[in-house]
Each structure stands twice: as structure tokens, then as C-alpha cells.
T-cell receptor, first 112, second 113 residues
Framework: GEDVEQSLFLSVREGDSSVINCTYT??????LYWYKQEPGAGLQLLTY?????DMKQDQRLTVLLNKKDKHLSLRIADTQTGDSAIYFC????????????FGTGTKLQVIP | NAGVTQTPKFRVLKTGQSMTLLCAQD?????MYWYRQDPGMGLRLIHY???????AKGEVPDGYNVSRLKKQNFLLGLESAAPSQTSVYFC????????????FGPGTRLTVT
């Protein structure tokens, strides 16, 4: 079955790195995503990784994928107050391009 | 491009009342989705559509109905609202295919008293 889990809350100091973790159960995931939701807004795609990749870097963002442990992480370097938001990981399963399964979301609080 | 728009932004209903939430997208996307967001539960898929005239059930379809009569619009109906349907509802759309992102609307906050 499909189940995507995240811790609910993370607090970091401005300038530190943030690491948001996600675990999923279905090994047939093809694409894994990180979305950001700012207060009162919808979700916006931050980055995604194809399941045959281990790592993807995009400016301050680093995505790591461990397929053996079914673990996905998002590292934000030099975290800023503008990074305060809820971060969702999500997956699309092979053959199921229609549906995206979202995690529970991690609320990131950045302390100035 | 307005992207994905939702109306209304806020609504308060009494138990048993009905209403329709409208989602519109101007990006010619094939796929459209309705989610509800509740604290600590993330986004849960209510219904989705892979094209005009088609709909399918998601994880939590009970108490909701949908229609996709036009490609650009996806309607979510509550026939008899219940307090358990108090939530924030998000619509999203997507190009058909694997890697393409979902584009989200700004959400509708619904309270059922």
C-alpha cells in the first residue's frame, strides 16, 4: 500500500542547515517530490527526483534518496526566515501517473 | 495565465446544507484533482479526473461528488454537509505524464457547523 510519513515539526536557527525526512512504503515509486506550502497558500513544487537517482542538488536544496531504506530527505542550506513553511514529500507510483500520494507535511520554523 | 483558481475562498455551512466548489485552470491540463487538508494528516485525495467527462474516486470520496463537464473546470459537490467535512480544500491540475508537477489553487476554507 501507499503510505508516506514525515515528522510534523522542525525548528532551526537562521543560517543553519535544515534536514526534512520522509519515509515511504511502496518500492514502485517512480518520481518523488518536495512541495512547499506557505501560510494561507496552495502547494508549490520545490524539486523532484527520479527513482533511479541517489541525489539531486539545486542551489540551496539537496535531495537524497535511499531506495533500500525507502527514505527521502530534503536539505536546505543556510536556512532563511523565508523558508518557514510546511514541506510535503510526495510520490508517484509506476503505472499510476494520475495519482500523487502526499506525506503528512513537516512544519519548518526558522528562528532569527 | 491565472493558473488554478478556486471559488469561493471561504464558506460557512450549516449541517445538511449543500454547496459546490469550483476549480478552473487555464493551462489546458488533462488531469485535475480535489484534495482536503486537515492538521497532521497532510493532503488526502478526494476525487480526480484524467480528462473531460471522466472522474475517479480517491482515498476519501464519501460524502462528495464531482463533475468534469469541461476540460478546464472540475466541480466538487457536498450534497449534505457534515461537521467532519470542515477542512481546507485544494484543487490541482497536471499535464498527463510522470514527472510533471501538480499546480495547486489557493484553497477554500470550509467550516460546517
Amino acid at each position: 500500500g501507499e503510505d508516506v510519513e514525515q515528522s510534523l515539526f522542525l525548528s532551526v536557527r537562521e543560517g543553519d542547515s535544515s534536514v526534512i525526512n520522509c519515509t515511504y512504503t511502496d518500492s514502485s515509486s517512480t518520481y518523488l517530490y518536495w512541495y512547499k506550502q506557505e501560510p494561507g497558500a496552495g502547494l508549490q513544487l520545490l524539486t523532484y527526483i527520479f527513482s533511479n537517482m541517489d541525489m539531486k542538488q539545486d542551489q540551496r536544496l539537496t535531495v537524497l534518496l535511499n531506495k533500500k531504506d525507502k527514505h527521502l530527505s530534503l536539505r536546505i542550506a543556510d536556512t532563511q526566515t523565508g523558508d518557514s513553511a510546511i514541506y510535503f514529500c510526495a510520490e508517484i507510483l509506476s503505472g499510476g501517473y494520475q495519482k500523487v500520494t502526499f506525506g503528512t507535511g513537516t512544519k519548518l520554523q526558522v528562528i532569527p | 495565465n491565472a493558473g488554478v483558481t478556486q471559488t469561493p475562498k471561504f464558506r460557512v455551512l450549516k449541517t445538511g446544507q449543500s454547496m459546490t466548489l469550483l476549480c478552473a485552470q487555464d493551462m489546458n491540463h488533462e488531469y485535475m484533482y480535489w484534495y482536503r487538508q486537515d492538521p497532521g494528516m497532510g493532503l488526502r485525495l478526494i476525487h480526480y479526473s484524467v480528462g473531460e467527462g471522466t472522474t475517479a474516486k480517491g482515498e476519501v470520496p464519501d460524502g462528495y461528488n464531482v463533475s468534469r463537464l469541461k476540460k478546464q473546470n472540475f466541480l466538487l459537490g457536498l450534497e449534505s454537509a457534515a461537521p467532519s467535512q470542515t477542512s481546507v480544500y485544494f484543487c490541482a491540475s497536471k499535464i498527463a505524464g510522470g514527472s510533471y508537477e501538480q499546480y495547486f489553487g489557493p484553497g477554500t476554507r470550509l467550516t460546517v457547523t
